[in-house]
């Protein structure tokens, strides 16, 4: 897969060693797949009930803004700072999602997309 993205996406890791090179892919890899999920969320809570999902959509778009970012500093040479930006939106987001997916099984609601969800 990794052969794949490198062929798709231009990584700004031209002449840098094989490990930099693994790290960028990895990084827009995983910049790019949560991006693609996110805003599949965003077209589930846009579709349903935009005004019900408010805190959700405001809070998917926050973590959104960064996946984009970390492409660029990517592309920029900032391998570093990229990898950490992507990496972090990950952990906060998917912390954001559990903590909301645990708030709504306490009070029996579904504010989450998420399969099982009923």
Known sequence: MLDWFR?????GAHHQSPAV???VLITN?????????????LLFYL???AVYFLPLILANLFFA????VAIL?????????????AMG???????????????A??????PCFMPGSG
């Open 65 to 68: 803004g960064g996946y984009p």
């Open 73 to 85: 500093l990517n592309r920029a040479g900032r391998f570093d700072a990229a990898r950490n930006l």
């Open 21 to 23: 090179i693994r790290q």
């Open 7 to 11: 062929t798709k996406l231009p990584t």
């Open 105 to 110: 099984y306490r009070e029996r609601r579904h």
């Open 89 to 103: 939106t990950v952990v906060a987001h998917l912390f954001v999602v559990v903590r909301s997916r645990l708030i």
């Open 47 to 49: 579709t349903h009930d």
């Open 29 to 41: 890899l995983t910049a790019t797949m949560s991006l693609v999920l996110t805003t599949l969320y």
